[in-house]
């Protein structure tokens, strides 16, 4: 049994919207592993834009790099980052992001004890636009 949700336009009648089941997590996302134990899921993966979720374990960081075309947004769910943006280090809490621009050399680590799940969200997708100096 689906359920509805009525909307109302402002110069026409009631629509119904039908709820459509199956929302995204990382149970049903896509998943893959990168750098040193890290975990990803796309939670949403298209040609212009990428919502992907990752977990980093204590310790761990990823690789200085840029992307030419791809600008992101980090945005810290649980824990703390330490985010190189053109070496200053800023350190990124949790309920709070960062943005990094195209051009822009940055590294996300993990500088604490306890794991580091974040959110990181790219326009157009960041993967294949990874340059490292």
Known sequence: M???????????PEKSLEARPGAVSRVNAEYYRW?????????????DFTVIEESIPPGAAEVRHFHKQSQQFFYILSGEAIMEVEGDPVLVPAGS??????GVRHQIRNPSSSPLRL???????SHGDKWTD
């Open 2 to 12: 689906s359920k509805k949700a009525s909307l109302s336009g402002e110069a026409g």
């Open 35 to 47: 750098g040193h134990d890290c975990d990803a899921w796309h939670l949403v993966k298209d040609q």
């Open 97 to 102: 992001g960062i943005r990094v621009m195209p």
């Open 119 to 125: 959110l990181v969200i790219s326009h157009p997708p």
